[in-house]
């Protein structure tokens, strides 16, 4: 079977309706992650979070009235789970208070109905400014190690390039996450440390698609004068068209399976991985190659390549 | 030819080492599964009998759960190094105070070194350390070293104890390993008393022996502090008609809330025990006391005849006769009458000759028995003790009285502990989760192998047995080093079962290129091999550095993801380059595989 039959595009002659398109998409990014901020869960904010699951169904409204009158601040939302609800308040130093206050309340104002704490995690303020930290230098040794070995791989048009495109990815996501967090109950869209893993999953996948782009143009370019270099990129870029999709697309399904069936805890992984994928793909052929190009075309100097 | 019998034989023992490795696991699960079968216990017991080194040899090496799958708790305890830094400091006056005060504060959201952070303090007021600690002739960077190392050791102590107290209590399998300069990181499957657990470990065990003073002295400290409020101008004028409640004490006189009985008892209703705890904690509060004695609260309270709870309030002696450090042999029994739990405890030689004469010299008089601030029990002196026996009572219920044992057996913990980041999965929770991990698995494998056969056809299926052969190799790896699988690792598998096939894709459609252009499919395979390899190895370079540094940072869960990641992406390499290689070369040498075979 195959997808894509010989295919003919002319990618470098539209890459600036990309750019548009890419700075649209960060910007609208940009602006909502100045104005509406990221919606952070408890590893990067601290609090505390208890999973309560009944035995029957319950309706959130009346689970919210009982905990609010029990004096316990908090938000109360439905869990992507059935029969379960999540419950969000400050960090309390101690969980077992908190639990034994919850559970009473329920037992004494919902009869009938018997309610199970399931899960609690509780994150103090200075280990979740700790983690936070930790998650940015961690995504900077990444960009920064990628750009190295790239760089050494290639050179470093395409290294610059490959990590703007990265840039790109994970600041779309993020920009993403920003619109969307808090608008569904069964995936709310936190930035937590399992987004933090999908970002590094992200930043090393989306090279992957960029790599397979390149070193089709670094092996059809060699000995070509610069005023062939349009017709080869295009060339490299729809030749390597189906594996650059086929490849994302074996793990969409990875991904979409996660996101249906691995429950609630996995979904923002999911979610993010998905949007990093489809933005990777997209990026590795309407930035990264385009931008090389450009550059090339105001360097004038040939390329000079490495590697194999 | 010689080349891939060699690359043959590699493949057949990864893939025997493999399943030796994932055997256990798959014994192990059988055998819990018979055992659950069966109808009666006494044959359940029977067979678990019989099969007793079986059944421990295979739970041993299986393949381990993460807490989040199996139900558990996963704690990051600190230790609070001001608390150790302030034992250290003697002759603490109130500047000493202040700045300890002010150190505290701006250190509760950094994980800065408290050690550090008190001397770059000093030093910005222009004090010498050596004014408050060790001697006063050594320079602050010697008393810097030293607070440091008194630090680090007590990070190890801690830890050392909290190991203790977790053996005893009885907990298969607990990690308990340190974090940086204070942090503690304990796991411990499938406990089901958390209240409990968590009082283990929290409690400091600091034992101490005190001298109660004479009712009369008592009586004169309580009405200073009583004066001492009444002059106070925070106490709002209209709180004395306000109803008692037993939320809002707060804003009542201290008088209000203490009473003397006629035999000299001083008590506190149960409802204003927290707040007289902490009014008796105020500095202000404390320096008005006679020199050397503080007020304590009774650990536990008395029941009047109506069955009003309320607690006596001691005045003691500061300095102990005795701490808990000479302590060796801690029981948890029944007293005389048989019904009041009570910890009986023997003391060392040193401990015990100081006993003897302590009780000696007290004779008539009280010793508070004082544990982490609060007292237990205050007996009165009948005779010497010569054989160091001592005893604490006042304890409500038998499993407080194990837990004492236990806490005193392991010794004091050096300074308190907190605890910063608690996460409890409950057992019914992490049934769920592995239903949703095994679901997850099932179709992403079905998903990904059926794709790979539509699309590739013959080729698709080679693809699909290197997949395979790459589960059980990532399976095998997490339970031959002892990891444990957690959600997100699961996650992680499956994620590498859809970034496994994409090395056959690329080396599949280059393939495809090359038979295009003509080529023969002996040709176009090994120049499909050859070109496309340049890029999966790429790919995979940047994938497992990515997983890399996401396991150097990450915590718990998410290292369990980074592992798996690099444990699929790093066996990727080997199965799908070398595995199908070797597959493509047999089945093209049989004839099985023709230039239609690629899709």
């Given at each position: 079977?195959?997808?894509?039959?010989?295919?003919?595009?002319?990618?470098?002659?539209?890459?600036?309706?990309?750019?548009?398109?890419?700075?649209?998409?960060?910007?609208?990014?940009?602006?909502?992650?100045?104005?509406?901020?990221?919606?952070?869960?408890?590893?990067?904010?601290?609090?505390?979070?208890?999973?309560?699951?009944?035995?029957?169904?319950?309706?959130?409204?009346?689970?919210?009235?009982?905990?609010?009158?029990?004096?316990?601040?908090?938000?109360?939302?439905?869990?992507?789970?059935?029969?379960?609800?999540?419950?969000?308040?400050?960090?309390?130093?101690?969980?077992?208070?908190?639990?034994?206050?919850?559970?009473?309340?329920?037992?004494?104002?919902?009869?009938?109905?018997?309610?199970?704490?399931?899960?609690?995690?509780?994150?103090?303020?200075?280990?979740?400014?700790?983690?936070?930290?930790?998650?940015?230098?961690?995504?900077?040794?990444?960009?920064?190690?990628?750009?190295?070995?790239?760089?050494?791989?290639?050179?470093?048009?395409?290294?610059?390039?490959?990590?703007?495109?990265?840039?790109?990815?994970?600041?779309?996501?993020?920009?993403?996450?920003?619109?969307?967090?808090?608008?569904?109950?069964?995936?709310?869209?936190?930035?937590?440390?399992?987004?933090?893993?999908?970002?590094?999953?992200?930043?090393?996948?989306?090279?992957?698609?960029?790599?397979?782009?390149?070193?089709?143009?670094?092996?059809?370019?060699?000995?070509?004068?610069?005023?062939?270099?349009?017709?080869?990129?295009?060339?490299?870029?729809?030749?390597?068209?189906?594996?650059?999709?086929?490849?994302?697309?074996?793990?969409?399904?990875?991904?979409?399976?996660?996101?249906?069936?691995?429950?609630?805890?996995?979904?923002?992984?999911?979610?993010?991985?998905?949007?990093?994928?489809?933005?990777?793909?997209?990026?590795?052929?309407?930035?990264?190659?385009?931008?090389?190009?450009?550059?090339?075309?105001?360097?004038?100097?040939?390329?000079?390549?490495?590697?194999? | 030819?010689?080349?891939?019998?060699?690359?043959?034989?590699?493949?057949?023992?990864?893939?025997?080492?493999?399943?030796?490795?994932?055997?256990?696991?798959?014994?192990?699960?059988?055998?819990?599964?018979?055992?659950?079968?069966?109808?009666?216990?006494?044959?359940?017991?029977?067979?678990?009998?019989?099969?007793?080194?079986?059944?421990?040899?295979?739970?041993?090496?299986?393949?381990?759960?993460?807490?989040?799958?199996?139900?558990?708790?996963?704690?990051?305890?600190?230790?609070?190094?001001?608390?150790?830094?302030?034992?250290?400091?003697?002759?603490?006056?109130?500047?000493?105070?202040?700045?300890?005060?002010?150190?505290?504060?701006?250190?509760?959201?950094?994980?800065?070194?408290?050690?550090?952070?008190?001397?770059?303090?000093?030093?910005?007021?222009?004090?010498?350390?050596?004014?408050?600690?060790?001697?006063?002739?050594?320079?602050?960077?010697?008393?810097?070293?030293?607070?440091?190392?008194?630090?680090?050791?007590?990070?190890?102590?801690?830890?050392?104890?909290?190991?203790?107290?977790?053996?005893?209590?009885?907990?298969?399998?607990?990690?308990?390993?340190?974090?940086?300069?204070?942090?503690?990181?304990?796991?411990?499957?499938?406990?089901?008393?958390?209240?409990?657990?968590?009082?283990?470990?929290?409690?400091?065990?600091?034992?101490?022996?005190?001298?109660?003073?004479?009712?009369e002295a008592l009586l004169r400290a309580i009405e200073s502090v009583n004066s001492m409020q009444a002059q106070a101008p925070s106490a709002p004028a209209d709180s004395a008609k306000a109803p008692v409640t037993a939320s809002r004490p707060s804003g009542r006189k201290l008088s209000e809330v203490i009473g003397v009985m006629k035999n000299g008892l001083v008590f506190t209703p149960e409802y204003a025990r927290d707040y007289v705890?902490?009014?008796?904690?105020?500095?202000?509060?404390?320096?008005?006391?006679?020199?050397?004695?503080?007020?304590?609260?009774?650990?536990?309270?008395?029941?009047?005849?109506?069955?009003?709870?309320?607690?006596?309030?001691?005045?003691?002696?500061?300095?102990?006769?005795?701490?808990?450090?000479?302590?060796?042999?801690?029981?948890?029994?029944?007293?005389?009458?048989?019904?009041?739990?009570?910890?009986?405890?023997?003391?060392?030689?040193?401990?015990?000759?100081?006993?003897?004469?302590?009780?000696?010299?007290?004779?008539?008089?009280?010793?508070?028995?004082?544990?982490?601030?609060?007292?237990?029990?205050?007996?009165?002196?009948?005779?010497?003790?010569?054989?160091?026996?001592?005893?604490?009572?006042?304890?409500?219920?038998?499993?407080?009285?194990?837990?004492?044992?236990?806490?005193?057996?392991?010794?004091?913990?050096?300074?308190?502990?907190?605890?910063?980041?608690?996460?409890?999965?409950?057992?019914?929770?992490?049934?769920?989760?592995?239903?949703?991990?095994?679901?997850?698995?099932?179709?992403?494998?079905?998903?990904?192998?059926?794709?790979?056969?539509?699309?590739?056809?013959?080729?698709?299926?080679?693809?699909?047995?290197?997949?395979?052969?790459?589960?059980?190799?990532?399976?095998?790896?997490?339970?031959?080093?002892?990891?444990?699988?957690?959600?997100?690792?699961?996650?992680?598998?499956?994620?590498?079962?859809?970034?496994?096939?994409?090395?056959?894709?690329?080396?599949?459609?280059?393939?495809?290129?090359?038979?295009?252009?003509?080529?023969?499919?002996?040709?176009?395979?090994?120049?499909?091999?050859?070109?496309?390899?340049?890029?999966?190895?790429?790919?995979?370079?940047?994938?497992?550095?990515?997983?890399?540094?996401?396991?150097?940072?990450?915590?718990?869960?998410?290292?369990?993801?980074?592992?798996?990641?690099?444990?699929?992406?790093?066996?990727?390499?080997?199965?799908?380059?070398?595995?199908?290689?070797?597959?493509?070369?047999?089945?093209?040498?049989?004839?099985?595989?023709?230039?239609?075979?690629?899709?």
């Amino acid at each position: 079977m195959r997808l894509f039959q010989k295919t003919n595009f002319n990618f470098i002659k539209h890459r600036r309706i990309a750019y548009v398109v890419s700075l649209l998409l960060l910007v609208t990014g940009m602006i909502s992650l100045f104005t509406k901020g990221l919606n952070y869960g408890i590893d990067f904010k601290g609090g505390s979070e208890v999973v309560i699951r009944f035995q029957k169904s319950v309706d959130v409204g009346s689970v919210r009235s009982v905990i609010d009158q029990a004096g316990v601040r908090g938000s109360v939302k439905q869990y992507g789970m059935e029969r379960a609800v999540l419950l969000r308040t400050d960090y309390h130093g101690e969980s077992a208070d908190l639990k034994g206050l919850i559970t009473r309340a329920l037992a004494a104002r919902i009869p009938g109905n018997a309610a199970e704490i399931v899960s609690i995690q509780a994150v103090g303020p200075s280990i979740a400014a700790d983690m936070k930290w930790s998650a940015i230098k961690a995504l900077g040794a990444a960009l920064i190690g990628i750009l190295l070995y790239v760089s050494v791989r290639f050179e470093i048009k395409f290294a610059t390039a490959g990590v703007i495109a990265i840039f790109h990815d994970v600041l779309t996501v993020l920009g993403l996450f920003s619109i969307l967090g808090g608008l569904f109950d069964f995936m709310p869209l936190e930035v937590d440390q399992s987004i933090i893993a999908a970002f590094l999953t992200i930043a090393g996948y989306s090279i992957t698609d960029t790599v397979v782009v390149y070193d089709r143009i670094r092996e059809r370019i060699r000995g070509q004068k610069p005023s062939e270099y349009e017709r080869i990129f295009n060339e490299s870029m729809n030749q390597t068209l189906s594996r650059t999709i086929i490849t994302s697309g074996t793990i969409m399904i990875s991904v979409l399976v996660l996101f249906i069936f691995a429950g609630p805890a996995i979904r923002g992984f999911a979610f993010a991985m998905f949007a990093g994928i489809v933005v990777g793909t997209y990026s590795s052929i309407f930035v990264a190659a385009p931008i090389v190009f450009d550059w090339q075309q105001r360097s004038k100097a040939a390329i000079k390549l490495r590697g194999a | 030819m010689k080349n891939n019998q060699f690359k043959l034989i590699l493949i057949v023992v990864v893939a025997l080492v493999s399943v030796w490795s994932i055997w256990p696991t798959y014994r192990d699960h059988e055998l819990s599964t018979r055992l659950s079968s069966f109808r009666s216990s006494e044959d359940s017991l029977k067979f678990a009998i019989d099969h007793r080194t079986e059944i421990e040899q295979a739970r041993d090496k299986s393949l381990k759960l993460g807490l989040d799958l199996r139900g558990g708790m996963h704690l990051v305890m600190e230790v609070d190094l001001f608390d150790l830094i302030e034992q250290k400091a003697w002759n603490k006056d109130a500047r000493f105070q202040q700045i300890m005060a002010s150190v505290r504060s701006s250190a509760t959201n950094s994980g800065a070194n408290p050690v550090e952070l008190l001397a770059t303090e000093f030093k910005k007021q222009n004090i010498p350390l050596s004014r408050y600690f060790y001697d006063i002739r050594n320079s602050d960077q010697e008393i810097i070293d030293k607070l440091n190392k008194e630090a680090q050791d007590s990070l190890v102590r801690a830890k050392e104890i909290i190991r203790n107290r977790i053996d005893q209590y009885g907990v298969a399998e607990p990690l308990i390993q340190t974090q940086g300069a204070r942090r503690i990181i304990i796991e411990l499957s499938g406990v089901t008393d958390e209240t409990r657990v968590r009082k283990l470990l929290k409690g400091t065990a600091k034992l101490e022996f005190k001298l109660v003073r004479e009712p009369e002295a008592l009586l004169r400290a309580i009405e200073s502090v009583n004066s001492m409020q009444a002059q106070a101008p925070s106490a709002p004028a209209d709180s004395a008609k306000a109803p008692v409640t037993a939320s809002r004490p707060s804003g009542r006189k201290l008088s209000e809330v203490i009473g003397v009985m006629k035999n000299g008892l001083v008590f506190t209703p149960e409802y204003a025990r927290d707040y007289v705890a902490s009014v008796l904690n105020r500095e202000d509060v404390r320096a008005r006391l006679p020199q050397d004695t503080e007020l304590l609260l009774a650990a536990k309270p008395e029941l009047t005849e109506k069955g009003e709870k309320y607690y006596p309030i001691y005045l003691v002696k500061k300095t102990p006769e005795l701490t808990g450090g000479v302590i060796t042999e801690a029981k948890a029994t029944f007293g005389s009458q048989n019904v009041q739990p009570e910890v009986s405890m023997s003391m060392n030689d040193e401990g015990t000759s100081k006993w003897a004469r302590i009780t000696g010299a007290n004779i008539g008089k009280q010793i508070a028995i004082v544990l982490d601030g609060a007292v237990y029990s205050a007996p009165v002196v009948q005779s010497r003790i010569p054989n160091g026996n001592s005893v604490i009572n006042g304890i409500s219920g038998l499993d407080e009285a194990k837990d004492l044992e236990i806490i005193l057996k392991a010794g004091a913990l050096p300074a308190p502990v907190r605890i910063l980041e608690e996460r409890t999965v409950g057992p019914s929770l992490g049934s769920d989760y592995i239903r949703a991990g095994l679901l997850s698995m099932i179709w992403g494998f079905a998903a990904v192998a059926i794709f790979m056969i539509i699309y590739y056809n013959k080729a698709g299926l080679v693809a699909d047995s290197a997949l395979v052969l790459n589960i059980l190799v990532v399976i095998s790896v997490l339970a031959g080093f002892k990891a444990s699988l957690s959600l997100p690792g699961i996650a992680g598998i499956v994620l590498t079962m859809g970034m496994a096939v994409d090395a056959n894709v690329l080396i599949y459609e280059r393939i495809r290129e090359e038979l295009a252009e003509g080529k023969s499919l002996k040709s176009a395979v090994e120049a499909g091999y050859n070109r496309a390899f340049s890029s999966i190895l790429d790919s995979h370079v940047t994938t497992l550095a990515a997983a890399f540094l996401l396991s150097q940072f990450g915590v718990g869960p998410i290292q369990g993801f980074a592992v798996t990641l690099m444990i699929g992406t790093g066996a990727s390499l080997f199965t799908a380059i070398v595995v199908t290689r070797v597959i493509f070369d047999l089945l093209i040498g049989s004839g099985f595989m023709n230039e239609k075979s690629f899709g």
